[in-house]
């Protein structure tokens, strides 16, 4: 009988102010936790800090000073994790700065007790993906929410992609501001160009390539799935070239788009081209619908099993599931989706946070996961 992978699994974590706990310690098993308590509470926070063991701002995407329990210098968070790879150490916060120009608050990152040059290598350790209530407007929202949530999919599986993303919007802003000083010097506007060109070209290809296995996972899934299929595609001009050109053409078009267009965009004061204009497409392929015009529990449904089919994408890439955050989950599905829910979560074999104001809601996870209560910045097991 073969046996199944190592979870990876949050085994314990410590706070120091970080948002409304002043200092908190929690060990975790493998497998469901769920925290129940008042709106308020803190729930939300603990998911957050997990967030904060991958790259980026978190799921809130909030500033440091906002992060930090008020009246604080900082938050710091420690956490033990356990996976296929043993246990590793892991330690993040901010540290203030100061030099002769400038203060800044800035976030470090240590693993086993080194420095690491960059968040990124988190992925090296573990993924995180998250699904909270602030993205249930994902369907009808800005492009920009759904450009960063594809993106995100795409870091949990292809560490590089973030630093990418980073070259080619610090490439962006350089040309834009020679567009806005109306500079004329070719020379720097080819330099940056070719830069944004190469990077701007690999990540409308790390996207083309998430949707092409997104949408291969979805199709394994069967046709009565509790969370329906989703038909995804990508809308942007460096996208859509992939699908009949060379990457080297696509790279090659882009580069010569950005010159040509000079006079254009000096003209609206910004690049009006590229990656950073491209769009997600989804639709609710049973009714044939977009998604931004389903009922919102429809969106939710669609949203939950893209989130889903990602996190099985994951483990099988990487070998192990992602860790999921699943805040103010039950609520939002009727009784049959919670249980179909729960069910995919242990096949998924996967740490899985799960937050609601409603302890009865997971009653059919009792013995299955560790139940703990939250209330005013503390944290009880039941």
């Known amino acids: 009988m073969p046996t199944r992978e190592t979870q990876t699994h949050v ?10 706990y002043t200092s908190e310690a929690l060990d975790f098993a493998p497998g469901a936790v ?16 997990v967030s904060y063991l991958s790259p980026g701002r ?5 500033s440091h000073e906002d992060v930090a329990r008020a009246g604080s210098d900082g938050f710091a968070i420690h956490a033990r994790v356990d996976g296929p790879q043993g246990e590793v150490e892991i330690g993040t916060g901010t540290l203030f700065e100061r030099s002769p120009t400038a203060e800044s608050t800035v976030r470090r990152v240590r693993i086993n007790g080194a420095n690491a040059r960059s968040a990124d290598e988190l992925l090296d350790w573990l993924r995180v993906i998250w699904l909270v209530p602030a993205m249930d407007a994902l369907f009808t929202g800005p492009a920009a929410e759904r ?12 560490p590089s992609h973030g630093r990418r993303a980073l070259d080619y919007e610090k490439a962006m802003r350089g040309r834009n501001r020679l567009l806005l000083d109306n500079a004329r010097d070719d020379g720097w506007f080819d330099a940056i160009e070719t830069q944004m060109a190469e990077t701007g070209s690999a990540i409308a290809a790390a996207r083309v390539e998430m949707v092409r296995l997104l949408s291969g996972m979805m199709e394994r899934l069967p046709d009565d799935s509790p969370f329906p299929k989703a038909d995804i595609a990508l809308s942007g001009t460096l996208e859509e070239a992939f699908t009949h050109q060379a990457a080297v053409d696509v790279e090659e078009s882009f580069r010569s788009a950005l010159a040509g267009n000079r006079y254009r965009d000096r003209a609206a004061g ?21 998604a931004e015009l389903c009922s919102t529990g429809e969106q939710k449904a669609l949203l939950t099993g893209l989130v889903l089919s990602h996190a099985r994408l994951v483990r099988e890439l990487a070998g192990t599931a992602p ?3 699943l805040d103010e989950i039950a609520a939002h599905l009727d009784a049959g989706r919670r249980a179909a829910l729960f069910d995919i ?23 299955q996961a560790q139940f703990f209560t939250v209330s005013g910045g503390k944290v009880s097991p039941v």
């Open 11 to 20: 085994a314990r974590l410590m706070l120091t102010d970080f948002r409304n």
């Open 34 to 49: 769920v925290l129940t308590g008042e709106n308020g509470a803190g729930k939300t926070n603990l998911l957050e800090a």
């Open 58 to 62: 978190g799921m809130r995407r909030a």
């Open 147 to 158: 450009r960063r949530f594809i993106d995100r999919l795409v870091l949990a599986i292809d």
């Open 270 to 290: 910004r690049t009006l081209e590229g990656p950073h204009r491209s769009d997600l497409l989804v639709r609710h392929r049973p009714k044939n619908m977009q």
């Open 323 to 325: 860790i999921l955050l």
């Open 345 to 367: 979560l242990a096949d998924l074999n996967c740490q899985a946070f799960m937050t609601g104001t409603d302890a009865a809601l997971f009653s059919s996870l009792a013995g």
